[in-house]
Every structure is written in structure tokens, then in C-alpha cells.
């Protein structure tokens, strides 16, 4: 299973990532081992996360979101249900 997911950082910008295992990637932010943008911007939390059978899909979505402007993100965000 893969995730693609996005992190609300300290500063309220959004991060988007993708991972095999969502628990250990935000362990991995919030102990300042994840992505050089978010390391100065902690805490995170997580806001919004997808699952796909194939990193390829994954791959493709997160780009996909990447590409958003904020306010796309945020109604994204908004209207998501299912944090663990």
C-alpha cells in the first residue's frame, strides 16, 4: 500500500509527500529525519492522506496535487474524513 499525504507545518504551509508505511514517515518529519522542508517548520501534523495499490498511481497523484494552488489544497484538506 502506498500513501500520498499531506503535513501542516508550524507556519501553516501545506507539505505533500508519498510513503509505504504513513506512521513512520511522520515519525520521520517530526524527528527532523524527513524532507529538508519541513525540518524548520515543525511540528507537523497530518491533514489529509490517500491510499494506492501502486507506487506508480502514488507517484502520479501526489504530482498531481502538488500542482494545486493553495486554496484547492485546502478545500482538499477540508473535506477530508479519514485521519487515523
Not at 20 to 43: C, D, I, Q, S, Y
Not at 54 to 81: H, I
Request: include cysteine.
Amino acid at each position: 500500500m502506498w500513501f500520498v499525504y499531506i503535513l501542516c507545518c508550524k507556519d501553516e504551509s501545506f507539505y505533500i509527500g508519498m510513503t509505504g508505511n504513513l506512521e513512520k514517515r511522520l515519525w520521520e518529519h517530526n524527528n527532523r529525519v524527513g524532507a529538508l522542508f519541513t525540518r524548520n517548520r515543525l511540528p507537523v501534523r497530518l491533514v489529509y492522506f490517500e491510499e494506492f495499490e501502486s507506487k506508480f498511481d502514488a507517484a502520479k497523484r501526489e504530482k498531481e496535487v502538488k500542482g494545486w494552488k493553495r486554496d484547492k489544497k485546502e478545500k482538499l484538506v477540508t473535506s477530508f474524513q479519514g485521519l487515523p
